[in-house]
C-alpha cells in the first residue's frame, strides 16, 4: 500500500473540497465491457455513434488509458439545493436539469482532483503519475463508483449516493499507487418502481436498462438534428436535460442541501430560461449568459430548437405570434421546423392555413419536409389552450 490510508485520503480530499469518495483497484470492469456491447447490439445506445462496441471494451480497462494505473479515486460532487423559484410573471419558461444550473462540472471535479492530487504527491514526496475523468467514457464514471462503494446502481441507471440520492456528479482520479479499495454497497431500491413508471418517453424500457434514443436528456443535449415527432409532445418544457427519473426518487427526496457556491445558478436563465428569449436570442447572448456552464454543450441551435418543442407544449395561443415570426425568419432551418410543429401543437387545425403560407415562402429542403409532414399529420392540438 501506498501509505497513505483512507482517513488520511479523506482528510486531503476534503481539503480540495471533495467531501464524497470511494476507491477501487483498476482492474479492469469485465462485466461493464459485456453489458455495454449488448446494450449497443439491441440498439440502446443509437445516435452515440462514437459509443461503439470497440469503445466499450477500450472504456471498460482503465489501464488502456494509464498503463501503470493501480488505483482509482472515484470522487463526487453534491449538488442538490432547495428549489429557486421562477418569478410569478406568467412567462412561459423552459426548465434545465439541475446538474447544469452551476459551473460546469468538468472544470470544477478536474480542478478539484487536481488539487488532491496536489496533495497527493506533497504528502508522499514523489511525483505521482494521474489521469482526471469527468464525463470521458474512457472508463464509466458509474461502474467505477458503484465498485468503489462511493454509491449504487438505481434501477434508473444512475449512481444513488447515501445522503445525496442521485443528486451527484461523478469523477475519477486514476492513481499509479495501490490505495485500500473500499466496499461496494448493496443496491437498496427493493420493490419501488417509480422511476421506471414516471419516464413520460418510456426510455426506461426496464430495470437498469436505458433506451438512450428516447431518453429526454439524450433528445435535449446530444441529439444535434430534428427531434422524432413522435416524441416531441412527451418532452414537457425541459430545454436542456430531465430530472423527471431523480425527483421522485425516495433517496434523492431525501437529499442533504448542497452549499457549494459552483453548484448553484447565477440568474434565472441558468435554471428557468424565458421560452420566447430562448427563440430570440443572439448566439453572442447564448454565450454570454451560458459561459463556463454545461448548456454550451446543447449549443444555440439545439436550445432554441427545444425551446420551440417545449412552448409547443406549455405555451397558449398568445405565443402563436412569436411562433409564426420564429418559423418564417428564424436565422436556423431546425428552429424554423420544430417552430411550425409548436404552432400546430398549439393550436391544431386552426393553424393550417398560416403553415401553408409558411410552406409557400420557405426555401430550405428540411424545412419544406417538416412542414409537409405537419400538414399531412398535424400533432395532436393541446386541449388547455384555447385563446
Ligand atoms: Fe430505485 Fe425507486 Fe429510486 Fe428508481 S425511484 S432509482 S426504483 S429507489
Redesign the pocket.
Known amino acids: 500500500m501506498s501509505g497513505i490510508d483512507r482517513v488520511r485520503l479523506r482528510q486531503l480530499a476534503a481539503a480540495a473540497r471533495l467531501t464524497l469518495l470511494g476507491v477501487t483497484t483498476a482492474e479492469p470492469f469485465h462485466e461493464l465491457a459485456a453489458l455495454l456491447e449488448a446494450h449497443i447490439r439491441a440498439g440502446h445506445m443509437a445516435g452515440l455513434d462514437w459509443f461503439t462496441e470497440e469503445r466499450a471494451r477500450f472504456s471498460a480497462d482503465p489501464r488502456n488509458l494509464h498503463p501503470t494505473a493501480r488505483s482509482i479515486v472515484s470522487v463526487g460532487l453534491p449538488y442538490w439545493q432547495p428549489d429557486i423559484v421562477p418569478p410569478d410573471d406568467g412567462v412561459p419558461r423552459g426548465r434545465i436539469a439541475r446538474y447544469a444550473w452551476g459551473r460546469d462540472y468538468h472544470a470544477t471535479l478536474k480542478a478539484r482532483m487536481r488539487d488532491l492530487h496536489a496533495r497527493l504527491e506533497q504528502e508522499l514526496g514523489r511525483p505521482l503519475e494521474a489521469r482526471f475523468l469527468v464525463d470521458t467514457a474512457r472508463i464509466v464514471d458509474r461502474a467505477a463508483a458503484a465498485r468503489s462503494g462511493l454509491g449504487w446502481y ?3 441507471t ?1 449512481i ?1 449516493v447515501p445522503g445525496h440520492g442521485s443528486w451527484v456528479m461523478l469523477g475519477e482520479l486514476v492513481l499509479d499507487i495501490d490505495l485500500e479499495p473500499s466496499p461496494p454497497l448493496r443496491p437498496k ?1 427493493g420493490r ?4 421506471l413508471d414516471a419516464c413520460p418517453t418510456g426510455a426506461l424500457i426496464d430495470a437498469y436498462r436505458l433506451h438512450t434514443p428516447h431518453c429526454i436528456s439524450y433528445l435535449t443535449i446530444e441529439l444535434r438534428g430534428a427531434i422524432p415527432r413522435h416524441l416531441r409532445p412527451l418532452m414537457g418544457n425541459w430545454v436542456f436535460g430531465c430530472d423527471i ?1 431523480q425527483e ?4 434523492t427526496g431525501a437529499a442533504a442541501p448542497s452549499a457549494d457556491p459552483d453548484v448553484r445558478p447565477e440568474r434565472i436563465e441558468h435554471a428557468f430560461p424565458a421560452l420566447h428569449w430562448l427563440l430570440r436570442m443572439s448566439e453572442e447572448e447564448f454565450r454570454a449568459v451560458y459561459r463556463g456552464r454545461a448548456v454550451l454543450r446543447a449549443k444555440r441551435r439545439g436550445l432554441a430548437r427545444n425551446a420551440a418543442v417545449a412552448l409547443g407544449n406549455v405555451g397558449t395561443r398568445a405565443d402563436l405570434a412569436l411562433l409564426e415570426e420564429v418559423a418564417t425568419a428564424h436565422d436556423l432551418p431546425l428552429v424554423r421546423g420544430h417552430a411550425a410543429w409548436a404552432i400546430a401543437r398549439i393550436a391544431g387545425a386552426d393553424s393550417l392555413p398560416a403553415l401553408r403560407a409558411i410552406l409557400d415562402r420557405e426555401q430550405d429542403p428540411a424545412v419544406r419536409e417538416e412542414l409537409r409532414a405537419i400538414l399531412d399529420d398535424p400533432p395532436p392540438p393541446r386541449c388547455q389552450c384555447a385563446a
Open positions: 438505481g434501477k434508473n444512475m444513488l431500491c419501488c418502481t417509480r422511476c427519473c421522485l426518487c425516495p433517496y
